[in-house]
């Protein structure tokens, strides 16, 4: 019997190895890849490792919390600053020779294994020693393979070999979890009981290290009970350990841990922290390398940098949230209260209308205030997530500020508003009229359309879009820099209200732009500073076109047409611009002070029409209840005047600018600003404007030219008369590069046009000249022979008028007179001479007739004897009256 239980133990032997050299040769390639995971997370292993990073905190200018980024109550403690009660309390509960072995506790994996086999197959007790879980809770996954398992195990022996029991404690304490955002025993002893770790009670302590067993089951806030039942347990096993005494045991039993929940009361949904908290995401991009770009070439370059920045924000975004920073910004809580109130006051209640604004302080380009909607706080924040268009606030920096900056206009250039066509785009004014010639500063301050992308066009889109690019709009693409309906605040996407507002600011900067956000000051929380604001600017408009178009938009406020007038209470100087979409979708008031500027937008967060939504309404009347608000103490405070500003009038007659109060009001009649800085510009526009329209009239002249060939005598009669015309209008162009280039055209095609085709066509000429006189020649003989028959038959028809005027004559004759008689032998005179004539026999027919009549005519003696017998009646021979 002894014989063949050996037999079979031995049998059983042999198959155990064997199904284990299975198991090794099968899983070799895994142990490999484990072991080279092992080796790479020790190699970069240090202290920092399993230090978790806290929350990242904002803080406002004076560095009072305002918020903070995730709910986590983290606070990094060393082990001396951690009770002995957590410490001794842990060891008894989860690792009672945590201080003999080396990582690994094989009597521990074997009573697990035991107890599980007892409770057929069901774990009870834990094998893992807090080395493990040191491990598993900071350097693994919570996946539960034997793969993971191993090499936490493998990691647990070399960390034994690294750092010393008491860190490791250490590491331990502060990675547990111990529910409701409670991370690490100090985050958990401050939110559960109220103060530290190292201060807190036996009971409160043996409460804490049953927690983290299982914080959604013993968590004292949802389940006292259960974690005062918790708590006894851990209580048992420090007891059992000889950890605590019986008296303190007893004592600490009867304890139940007041739950006190200590937050910070700080809110991560305000407007300031969600600001504050995507300015330090593009900052960490920035570092990180990422080139931010404002315009485009291309649709598929903007698309590709779109898919870019979006893979970088989200990394960068994850980093800031992920904690372990903190943020010192530029926002003013009472501002931020005064403007917030200006929002929502002056917006009507349950009319579905939205707000946002930005305020920055012009002396240091930081933004102080940001309002992202109605409500205190939101998770949505209007002010810079937002994009809307912005209408006619957009002008300014789009239209007006270019075209003053590229010395393609002065404030007082005339500018007809009229009915205008774009290649079928055909913008038009808010009252649908036109006014004919105006100044550009009448043009801005009553926010003509027609005027606005009369500029645009005329400095150039291409031109004026990188002004935008330069105040580093965030919300552009490449379709925009294509249409003119831009300069009228047609985006494809819109703009942002932090953008418009920095734009504005820029302004007031004198033209240069600051990348400050809100934010000062980014650490980390080891206290390294890895960003700090500067005051470095970039210049986007020069100081003299800054100074102008702020001279320009105080005409918003001031002019009676002004379409901000009605707003200005006077007590300030102020410089600013509406802005209204088609169908008051969205209105806009942005403008500045010397102090601050202010952007403001309302509408609806799903555009539709709004009755009365404009940009003096709702949005002005929130700017201007907010900037009187902060300027209530200020000094009224003119905006500066560069030192390279002139005055100028439209004949050229210039005067010295005198320096005083009020510098809008007192600028002389029929006077206007002039820069110095662009006065050679403006004079270089003016030669450009010329040169194109020479290089034009070139180009047309020169091209017909090259185009035209000889078809005839005529045209070589005239090839030197063509080119020398040709040549007097290139002549008239002021630039000799592009003269001598259409000179060298012109050059080449008279050169094709002269040598052997000349002296062809010279030839045709000649023979021409020898066909026209023999034409000629011939000619003139055939109109000599016409001219003798036209005499001839001239003498017939004379002729024949004298016969035939004598008959006449013979026929008006009263009397037979010896003239008759006269007439008579004239008239046969004249028939003889016609006997060559056709019609001979009539006329000697009817003047036959004519003789016959005439000579049976009465004479004068008949008549007068006639007379002499005629006697007069008497009295008598007629009866008397009666």
Known sequence: MKKKIKWIVLSLLILFVAAGTIVIVKNYPKYEKTKQAVYNLISDMDKGTFRRKGNTYIYDKNNRKIGKIGNEKYIYKESSKISDYIKNGYIAQEDRRFASHHGVDLKGIFRASLVMIKNKGHATQGASTITQQVVKNNLLSSERTMQRKITEIMIALQLEKIYSKAQIMEFYCNSNYYGCGCYGVEGAAQYYFGHSAADITLAEAAMLVGVSNRPSAYNPVSNYDKAIAKKNEVLNSMLDQKYITKKEYDAAKKEAPQIVEKTDNTDADNYMVSYAIHCATLELMKQAGFQFKYNFDSQSEYKNYKESYK?????????????????????????????????????????????????IDNSTQMVIAIVGGRSENGEYNRGFLMERNPGSAIKPLLDYGPALNEGVITADSIIRDEKVDFHGYSPKNADLSYRGDMIAREALARSVNTVAVKLLNQTGIKTAFPYLAKLHFSSLCYADTTILSTGLGGFTYGVKVVDMAKGYATLANGGRYSSNTCLRQIKREDGSSIYRSDKDTEEVYNKDTAYILTDMMQGTFREDYGTAHKLYDGKQYYAGKTGTTNDNKDAWFCGYSKYYTTAVWTGCDTPKSVEGLKGASYPGAIWADFMSNIHKNKKKEDFTVPDTIYLESKDGNRKKLVLQKDMWKKRPSYYDYRSSLTEN????????KRIKKEVTLAERAVSEYEDSQIKCSSDAKKIDDTYQRVLDVINQIEDDAKQQEFKNRAAYKYGLLSGEVKDKWETVIEQEKVNAQKKKDITNKEEAAKSEELAEETLKSDKEEVVQWYIDALYDRTLYTDIVKKMIDDANTALAKCTDLSNYNTLSSNLSEAVSYAENLPTKESVASEQEAITMPSEDDYPVDE
């Open 311 to 359: 893979e970088s924000y989200s990394n960068a975004s994850g980093q800031v949230r992920s904690g372990g920073y903190k943020i010192y910004t530029s926002f003013n809580q009472n501002i931020q209260k005064r403007l917030q109130t200006a929002v929502k006051s002056n917006l009507p209640a349950n009319s579905g209308l939205q707000g946002a604004a930005v305020c």
């Open 681 to 688: 510009l403006l004079l270089e526009k003016q030669k450009e």
